[in-house]
Nanobody, 121 residues
Framework: QLQLVESGGGLVQPGGSLRLSCAASGVTLDTYFIGWFRQAPGKEREGVSCISSSGYRTNYADSVKGRFTISRDNDKKTVYLEMTSLKSEDTGVYYC??????????????WGQGTQVTVSS
């Protein structure tokens, strides 16, 4: 059974950076497509970025293009989300999720517990 644990969230000032990590356990990660999602207070969950199982294919929401970078290290069973030029609207709980079949799945099969990102001065 695949288990995902996010880390790296915290409080950061506007314009700052954070790197989120999503560590997998239970099974190897290299056969799963991974996505990062976020949910702001009072808003619906939205997809932020996704990456193919090999790491060669990535996709980003328009709101984060040019600021966020997704990557993965399958040997370390970890997926990263590098976030730069953070804005207050990036505030929310960030989740990583994995799906064995679909790239950029809207509702992946496996989910982490989330990590809070707060962008505020």
């Amino acid at each position: 059974q695949l288990q995902l644990v996010e880390s790296g969230g915290g409080l950061v000032q506007p314009g700052g950076s954070l790197r989120l990590s999503c560590a997998a356990s239970g099974v190897t990660l290299d056969t799963y497509f991974i996505g990062w999602f976020r949910q702001a207070p009072g808003k619906e969950r939205e997809g932020v970025s996704c990456i193919s199982s090999s790491g060669y294919r990535t996709n980003y929401a328009d709101s984060v293009k040019g600021r966020f970078t997704i990557s993965r290290d399958n040997d370390k069973k970890t997926v990263y989300l590098e976030m730069t030029s953070l804005k207050s609207e990036d505030t929310g709980v960030y989740y990583c999720a994995a799906d064995p079949i679909y790239y950029c799945a809207g509702n992946p099969e496996y989910w982490g517990q989330g990590t809070q990102v707060t962008v505020s001065s």
